[in-house]
């Protein structure tokens, strides 16, 4: 018997909707947001009336280009946690009240655990057990994942995540939200070995960026003379924009080079204490054109066997909760109607 799952996504900014059949995705519909560029950043408030607007149009085109009926569906997922909790609420209120009105099992997902199958839509698949690296705006972790619900987290940020390291040095920058995929563009045309930045100390598996983001604020207040607070180097507001202008491509790839071998080291770490080769990438910033190119160089290196989802999968997409709920109802792993979603949730099933 078939197991058809609707799924929504709602943790952030991104309305999306998907369908999948026996783990293969049918659908992946996806609205972006595009009122918080005027914000310098993502405005709670106006994601979650945002996604108001969007769910029904969403689910409606994800359904019709699953080419399925209502009553096909087997279960109704959705996104419990983490996120906004404003943008967390609409989807789950509509996913609870689709599964009441179908009668129908309600599956809530953790949505870092579904950034890390997402590695599962493409093909090939990595094999379990596997490694993986989950990069996003919000979290930056390594996951050994030992079964699709199996997996244990072995290093996470104790401070910023990458993602914010990379937002947060583009507004400094004076680039446009969001920022991170124009350092990324800019870094394409620069020179990484211009401008040294800090590597953090830091002993186990655990990542921390907000030294970077300290000296790289006081690099670019210095006019790239300090990477420390002092004053007989501080440049004046005019010296500071022109050092930018002149140097922009280096500045980018300088900071973007640091923050990938922070990400690789540790990941390099992980194979090394596990054993294990089959390594994966997965969140927001796996769709960095530097990230990517960086892993699978150091892949082929140490003969790893690397994976990174299509580009579609990178994001926040409802196509990986479709896929972690399926997996979760082969288990009967269900939910009540009174499941509430919640903004913070450590895990590790």
């Known amino acids: 018997m078939s197991v058809t799952i609707l799924a929504i996504e709602s943790s952030c900014d991104e309305t999306s909707a998907a369908v999948c059949r026996d783990g293969i995705i049918l659908s992946n519909e996806i609205a972006t947001q595009i009122v918080h560029e005027q914000y310098g950043g993502v405005v709670p408030e106006l994601a979650g009336r945002a996604h108001m607007e969007h769910i029904v149009p969403v689910v409606d085109a994800a359904i019709k280009k699953a080419g399925v009926d209502l009553q096909e569906l087997n279960a109704v997922g959705f996104t419990q946690a983490p996120g906004l909790i404003g943008s967390l609420l609409v989807g789950a209120q509509f996913a609870k009240s689709m599964a009441l009105a179908l009668g129908r099992p309600l599956i809530g997902v953790h949505h870092m ?3 890390v199958l997402a590695n599962l839509i493409g093909d090939p698949a990595p094999e379990f057990p596997f490694l993986c690296l989950t990069v996003s705006g919000g979290h930056t972790q390594i996951v050994l994942c030992k079964s699709p ?5 072995l290093g996470e940020t104790i401070d ?4 914010e390291a990379f937002d947060k040095a583009a507004k400094i920058l004076g680039l446009p939200y969001p920022g991170g995929p124009l350092i990324d563009r800019y870094a394409s045309q620069g020179n990484p070995d211009r401008f040294q930045f800090p590597e953090p100390q830091i002993p186990d598996l655990n990542f921390s960026f907000s030294g ?3 000296s790289f604020l006081y690099f670019l207040k210095n006019a790239g ?4 607070y002092k004053e007989q180097f501080l440049a004046s507001e005019a010296e500071r924009q022109q050092f930018i202008a002149d140097n922009l491509p280096d500045i980018c790839a300088s900071i973007q080079s640091r923050i990938v071998s922070i990400l690789l080291h540790k990941l390099k770490k992980a194979v090394q204490l596990t054993g294990v080769k089959q390594v994966c ?3 927001g910033v796996s769709a960095n054109s530097g990230l990517r ?12 066997k690397t994976y990174i989802p299509d580009f579609a999968y990178c994001t926040d997409n409802a196509a990986m909760i479709a896929l972690t709920a399926y997996h979760k109802y082969l288990k009967q792993d269900f939910v009540s109607l009174d499941a509430v ?6 895990w590790d099933s």
């Open 225 to 228: 003379k300090s990477l420390v």
């Open 160 to 163: 910023d995540a990458a993602g």
């Open 212 to 214: 970077v983001k300290t």
């Open 293 to 304: 190119k960086a892993f699978l160089e150091m892949g082929v290196r140490h003969h790893w």
């Open 341 to 346: 979603p919640t903004a913070r949730s450590s």
């Open 113 to 115: 655990q579904a950034h």
């Open 149 to 153: 619900l199996d997996m244990q987290v």
């Open 281 to 283: 990438l997965a969140g």
